[in-house]
């Protein structure tokens, strides 16, 4: 093969290849477009509608945790976060009030642990929460995370879902799983899971409460029922610390999920441990005043003039 010919072979390889990732890219946006809304991820690797450019007077509350706090099994629109957006409204949405848009966003994930919030929270700082709520299952989960499975999404931000789309249709289930493959064999590097003990779970959870206070007007720690021993004995070294945080950060707020009946309800779940219809409704209930007394807080100390 001549030259000329050479050359003009590579150019029509690579205009080939560029046409592919084209096509692969639109195809995921698509996908994403499909079932973002059901129970997966926007393009941006969080759940539910990709957020927009903040409002004038707008409240903007993140929620962050583990399999309850996505809500896994519920649709994106029935999750801890957009519950409580609904009961915060029912308070600041008042007749003749000034306008005063509340946006809630899901940054948790299934299976998520204590270890991983502060590196998320700081992921996604870029969306500017005004309040925090890290919903904590007290070391439930240890399921690997999205930067653990998809080397795209560590690298760039964007979560493909184009691979389990495809792998969920038995005709294209072979390319789903190329396309998978090729994902993971981006990853950098893989964290090794286990069962923390009791401090180590305290001290993740502190470094999350402290990355959320720098990132927040006010935070709001709930905590998951204990049914289980390591559960227990990590509420136990969680507490005493947790009470010496509060005495001396009033933006700061616990709630204590474990007196909610409907939460401790085998009936309301839906698989034995994840949260159906009733019990997400509960969780965001319980929250909700310890919500509303933040944002009260801010709105006292802006009439001051502080």
């Not at 779970?201 to 502190?206: E, G, I, P, V």
Request: hydrophobic fraction near 45%; charged fraction near 20%; include cysteine.
């Amino acid at each position: 093969m001549t030259r000329p010919r050479r050359a003009l072979a590579i150019a029509f390889a690579v205009q080939a290849i560029v046409l592919i990732v084209i096509l692969i890219a639109a195809l995921d946006l698509y996908a994403h477009k499909r079932v973002e809304n059901v129970a997966g991820w926007n393009i941006w690797g969080y759940r539910g509608p990709v957020a927009r450019e903040r409002q004038p007077n707008e409240i903007r509350i993140v929620v962050i945790g583990g399999t309850r706090a996505f809500a896994l099994g519920m649709p994106a629109t029935w999750t801890p976060a957009t519950v409580l957006r609904q009961q915060v409204m029912l308070v600041t949405d008042q007749r003749g009030g000034r306008i005063r848009p509340v946006v809630s966003l899901t940054l948790a994930r299934p299976g998520a642990l204590p270890a991983s919030y502060a590196a998320t929270l700081a992921h996604y700082s870029y969306l500017r929460p005004d309040y925090i709520c890290i919903y904590d299952d007290l070391g439930v989960g240890g399921a690997p995370q999205p930067e653990e499975t998809s080397g795209f999404y560590a690298r760039t931000g964007y979560r493909p879902i184009l691979p389990l789309v495809l792998q969920e249709k038995k005709n294209t289930r072979a390319l789903g799983n190329a396309l998978a493959h090729v994902d993971r064999q981006m990853v950098r590097r893989r964290t090794a899971r286990g069962a923390s003990d009791p401090q180590s779970y305290a001290n993740d959870m502190l470094d999350a409460i402290n990355a959320a206070l720098a990132r927040a007007r006010g935070v709001v720690v709930a905590l998951s029922p204990s049914e289980a021993p390591f559960q227990a004995a990590n509420l136990a070294a969680l507490r005493p610390r947790l009470r010496e945080l509060l005495a001396r950060t009033p933006t700061l707020r616990v709630v204590d999920l474990s007196r909610d009946r409907a939460l401790r309800d085998p009936s309301l779940r839906l698989d034995g441990w994840s949260y159906g219809g009733d019990a997400v409704l509960a969780a965001a209930k319980a929250i909700t005043p310890a919500m509303l007394e933040l944002i009260a807080r801010d709105d006292r100390a802006r009439a001051a003039g502080r």
